[in-house]
């Protein structure tokens, strides 16, 4: 058995946006593939590359078929923070890359499954970093207790720092707590996993009070202050009747989080929801549950550029939500001081000269929509009425800070920002990959270090072979297609706005769809000078993925494929010359990662190995250098 | 061999045959001959070549002897028809079964102790009759099944794995095929996949009996330094008379590019074999030259492979028999007993 794990200290941290791995494309061939380089392994893994905050998905989904929840879920509290919350809301952008969806109809319910380590683990307060002994005396400010923050705090509070947390409102947890509506994600999972965090005596929360300036906040003199406000204001629709209907008008997510909150219990029976975002998915399904009998979505543009997630779409329709496509709101019709329903002009959507597809009246009949209350989502922005201009953070023309997109930090050093505060609305996994990075960079910046200097992320290379046939993983995939989660009765579902509808996966279903997952982080490792080529692993691979062949430049070497290999987003992994000057290629496009190339190599030529990347958290990177 | 079953999950985009299948449907079980085993790669060329000329599975009737060879039909087309036989006895079954259905294409997979030494006589007679078929030897030169001894066909003077030479003269599967009279002759190299496949599609075009020598190297016990059917000696000492483009009839025959250097054969079926010429000497349908030119390479330890020698006008078993056209199951009863007017007749010609 030939097992080594592999430190790769000298390597840089994976460019998110392109694979790092350098073909120089010669005349004469491809360059052989340079697996030292951690980005070409992690590509393979598309799920991990795909998430903001790089999380080991195979490694914990194996755990999670190992019955070991409390391991699974630690996995992904060590990346992304809240696996409970992210487990019913996450924008799962890991499952589009999934490569099971290339292979089969539908990838693997990696979201769900994540919420199955969290409802199944033991307690694991023991397994939570103990609370520094010694203070390192810096004091960091963190502005809004949402994820961004939360994730900054998360990585600083154990070496030692001063962390203070303001928000407005009284409870941590940010657009978590205020604009996810109950019936997605219960309060007890926001309490359990913010509570990990805050009710560990690491942080000073000054919640109820809003900072009102930066200025005199930064009197306060702290050594650095975060900011992860959210983007918080949603956006009006200023057209007639807005002001004289205005009692029956409502902007989304001021009105979910007034939900959220207790503030607001009904609405009335006929509901219009303007705007094809998560925010409106949100809007009419909570509408559906307060009263709304009759409720609409209404959108501009077409069904498949709306900017829902497509299951969300489909939970909203599910509810019995029509949706509407290709009317622009005109006129808010009232009378009497009472909204009477929304007039609309019909669009259709046309290619400009420039092959810009823009919305253009349709010329037939503006369409009017009855209803009793508007719910306006169409879309939010940042606001930063309280940062002065002149306390050092230069801002652009679109009045946003200017941020660097690899550090956070603002034009003011000392001052960094995180989640939507940054860039503009994303989401949770976004804003705790951003927290993750502001906090390495916060913990440079407090030690005098160069914040443009990025700690590697730490990876492992390890031989899974256990006997002739026997590996360490289970290579045989599952031929079962993607398991549907089960819900909850609709009829109950609709009258409480606090029944959950996902009931989750339960154990036995969860290991099910545990084992549809093709263990792309278990690699296929090639060591050119033990080839005999002998064929057996391009016979046995069941998807074709093998080809001894004469070099060529990559364009024409896809060509020359046993499949040809068209993803030209997935690499192709180059040998070094064979002994018959061919090399031999592998087209990661669809491998299994079922290991039979390994099996039947007679001279161990193939092996499978485990590729473990983790990425390098301030916590982990000063404590390693320490 | 390995303990999981083959995943059903394939390429998206493999390409089809006419008849809707992709290659994997011409898939058998999964092997259990040892890992990197060249007939494994034999397998796999002949479910490459049926697949590409879109043989319907259920119409190849696949038969076998004894050894690691005669294992290998259940590893291709698990649709197909198969028999084995008891050791060195294939050629018999397989006549007998053509002689009773001659719509189905059969092969015969053997081996070099299955044909050149307990089969030796089975394996001429079939041949000489003119059996309609395919025959495959995989030819390995050493009994992998009972742990590496020389085979009938292991060179002289080729070292086993222990390091113990062979003092024996080898049987040339080729030369003798020849000189039986086969009307197909054919030598490859499992690791030589390119030229294999088009062989065995062009082997099973041919009408009457086709052969194929096909080196597999015993990656277990006869892949070592000294042996002459290694991967590497093979590839060292491989001399290929001509290049194969197998052209089903119903394809149009476009311009010859290279007149003079390529030559097309037109067998009976109408398919066209395009032999590009690699040695300048070498006539694919001179069978005396042939002989000649295969026992000068010989003598220079040279291997040579691709179609050594081809008959276009060539008949088979039943042409020579005049037997009836129709498979024997076909037949009526009043076909097969046509009374006794009809056995009166007969008796009365004998008279």
Redesign the interface.
Known sequence: MSAGTTTLEQSTAPDKRSNGVGHSGEAAGMPPTDISNPAYFHKVVDCQWACPAHTPVPEYIRLIAAGRYTDAYMVNWQSNVFPGILGRTCDRPCEPACRRGRVEAEPVAICRLKRVAADNKDDIGALLPAKPVKKNGKRVALIGAGPASLTVVRDLAPLGYELVLFDGDRRGGGMIRSQIPRFRLPEEVIDEEVGYILDRGFVETRFGTRIESMKQLLSEKFDAVFVGSGAPRGRDLDIPGRSEAAKNIHIGIDWLSNVSFGHIEKIGRRVIVLGGGNTAMDCCRTSRRLGGEDVKVIVRSGFDEMKASPWEKEDAMHEGIPIFNFLVPKEFTHKDGKLTGVTFEKVVAKKDEKGRRQLLPSGEPDQHFECDDVLVAVGQENAFPWIERDCGIEFDKWNMPKVNEATFQSTNPKIFFGGDAAFGPKNIIWAVAHGHDAAVSIDKFCNGEDVAKRPPPMTHLMSQKMGIHEWSYDNAPSNDLRHKVPMREQAVALKSIKAEVELGFDRSLGYAETQRCLNCDVQTVFEANLCIECDACMDICPVDCITFTPNAPEPMLRMMLTAPAENFTQDLYVSTPLKTHRVLVKDEDVCLHCGLCAERCPTGAWDMQKFLLEMTHATEARCSRA | ??????????????PVNALGFTH?DYEGA?STL?????H??I??AIMQACFEIDLPPHRLAKLSGIGCSSKTPTYFLGQSHGFNSVHGRMPSVLTGANLANRELVYMGISGDGDSASIGLGQFAHCIRRGVNMVYIVENNGVYGLTKGQFSATADKGSKSKKGVSNPDSPMDMVSLALIAGASFVGRSF??D?KQLVELIKAAIAHKGAAFLDVIS?C?AFN?HAGSTKS??YV?EHNEAVNALEFIEGKEEITVDHDPGTTINVTQHDGSVLRLKKLAEDHDPTDRASVMNFIQRHNARGEIVTGLLYVEPDSEDLHDRLGVTARPLNALSDADLCPGSDALDKINAGLR
């Open positions: 061999m390995t303990w999981i079953t083959k995943p059903k999950l394939h390429h998206p985009k493999l994997r999964v040892c890992a990197g085993c060249g494994d790669s397998s796999a499992s690791g996949k190297p990656i892949n991967f590497d590839r």
